[in-house]
Structures are given as C-alpha cells and as structure tokens.
C-alpha cells in the first residue's frame, strides 16, 4: 500500500518543500510549530517561518498575521520568514533573497522531439528502480557530488542527511538509473506528503556513466508517481543557477510561486507594549 497523505498533517496542504516537517525537521533539528495559517521551525531562539498560507500561499494578510504572531513567541531573537513576499515587520535595512518557485502540470506538457530523444536513449541504456532508502553508492555518488562542486556550508549539510530524511518520511520516494552491470548512474529524490503537489526534492548524477536524459528519465517517473497519487503539480523547485533552471524550462516548467527569504534579530520589546509590561522592560527602580 502506498502511504497518502496524513489528512491532519499540515504537509497535507504543502505548496513548498519547506512545509514538511519531516524533511526539515530531519536534516535541520528544528521543533514545528502552528502560527495562525503558517507553519514554523524553532531552534533555540531563532524561529524559521514558513510564510506560505496553507490554505492560500499567496495570502499575504495572512502571512502578515502569522508574523505578528511569530513577534510575541517569549526568548526569540532572531527570525528568518519566506514567502510570497516581504513582511511588513521586516525593517527596511533588513536584506532579502528573492526566486521563484518553479512546476510542472500533473501531467505534464506534450515535450518536445529533442527531449523525447533523450527519454527514449536514456531509457535504453539504463533501468529504473524505485526504493526507500540510500545504499552506500547513492552515498558515494552525493560525496562525489559535493567533492566536485562548490556548494555554501548549508547545503553541503542537507545533502548529508538526505538519509536520515528518507528515513523519517513515509511518502517519499527514491528513483534510481542503473546500467546493464548494476552500477549506479544516477538517482533522484521525490516527496509526496501533499495532497496537490509533489515535490522534486533532489538529483544527482554520475558525469562519467550517466547517459544523456537519465535525470529527464528519473523526472518523468516522478512526474507518473505524482499522476498516481492524484497531485497536480510538481514543485520542482528554485530556479537556483541557469544550469539548473534550463533542466526546467526544456521541460515547460514555469514560475508558479514568488519566494522572498529575509532575517532580521528582534529588538528587546519596548515599555508600554504588553510584552514589556510582563517582563518588566524598561520599568524605573523607584528612587
């Protein structure tokens, strides 16, 4: 049996990766938490939140509330939110990192004759297999990943313990592309907690077996995956680098979602705030 979505797990609803708390929770150590129509990851006193509605991930009213509620959270210090769009409780010195979410159609788009070409010679030279976990070559070939690439200490991390996501995730998947002799040419991640919407999570490929098309190839069975399971879209994810969003776009893929990302440390409350009061900020010693 295929394990579904959990009806009262908000991953249900999920838009974007980062509203499923196994796979954050898992390769960041945070603990989740509800904040109005949002979702959030606190870890000591810095809260991560998800500013995506899940009822409406474009509804900024809503990801304004949730914010406000986030600002009264007791002993936080710093809070980092993404979204749709700038908070307005964001100070205006505060910096911002802005992309787009990129999908698919579940299913997808007709592809054209050249990407068809691909899918039919990769096809031919490797089989497709689908698992739950990662065997000591999928290791090998995210070593060798991050061995020849350049890569900011936060993702070198997550890429570490795509493992021990595997392992806390009952719906997600791991395609992988062997040659005729077993060996390993190249493997993908997909996530399918949500009712709507996949998620393609991540890819890797070895340069020197992998024939052209196997990441095309890993793609479609997580596209015929998701048609499955009744989803609509696949998330595909940031456009990231231009190598990366031309693997997209060759696919139809387009822009579905905005995501601003922006972090600012929270100020000791003033006096005269509800907050202040309670905790005594501010308050004159009488003389």
């Known amino acids: 049996m295929i394990p579904g979505p959990d009806t009262d797990d908000p991953a249900a609803e999920a838009a974007v990766p980062e509203q499923v708390a196994a796979y954050v929770c898992s390769v960041g150590g945070a603990r989740p938490c509800r904040l109005g129509a949002c979702v959030g990851y606190r870890s000591d006193d810095h809260l991560v939140l998800v500013g995506y509605p899940l009822h409406d991930p474009r509804d900024e009213i809503a990801l304004g509330a949730a914010v406000a509620q986030a600002l009264e959270l007791p002993g936080l210090r710093r809070i980092t939110v993404i979204g749709p769009a700038r908070p307005s409780q964001a100070p205006a010195g505060a910096p911002e990192v802005r992309d ?51 890569f900011d200490d936060g993702t070198r991390y997550i890429f570490g313990r795509i493992g021990d996501y595997l392992r806390a995730s009952a719906t997600a998947r791991v395609v992988s592309a062997r040659l005729g002799d077993g060996r390993l040419a190249a493997f993908a991640v997909g996530e399918f907690a949500s009712r709507h919407t996949g998620f393609f999570m991540f890819s890797f490929r070895d340069p020197h077996l992998a024939p052209p098309g196997s990441a095309d190839l890993l793609l479609a069975h997580l596209l015929e995956e998701a048609r499955g399971r009744g989803q609509t879209r696949m998330n595909l994810g940031l456009g990231v680098n231009a190598g990366i969003a031309f693997f997209k776009r060759k696919w139809g893929a387009e822009p579905f979602l905005p995501y601003v990302e922006v972090s ?3 100020a000791a409350p003033p006096l005269g705030t509800r907050l202040g009061r309670l905790l005594g900020i501010g308050r004159r010693r009488k003389p």
């Open 100 to 150: 787009e979410h990129v999908g698919l159609p579940v299913p997808p788009p007709a592809v054209r004759q050249k990407l068809r070409s691909l899918l039919r010679r990769a096809a031919r030279e490797v089989t497709v297999a689908p698992g739950r976990e990662l065997g000591p070559d999928h290791l090998a070939l995210v070593g060798h990943y991050l061995k020849e690439r350049t």
């Open 264 to 266: 600012w440390d929270i």
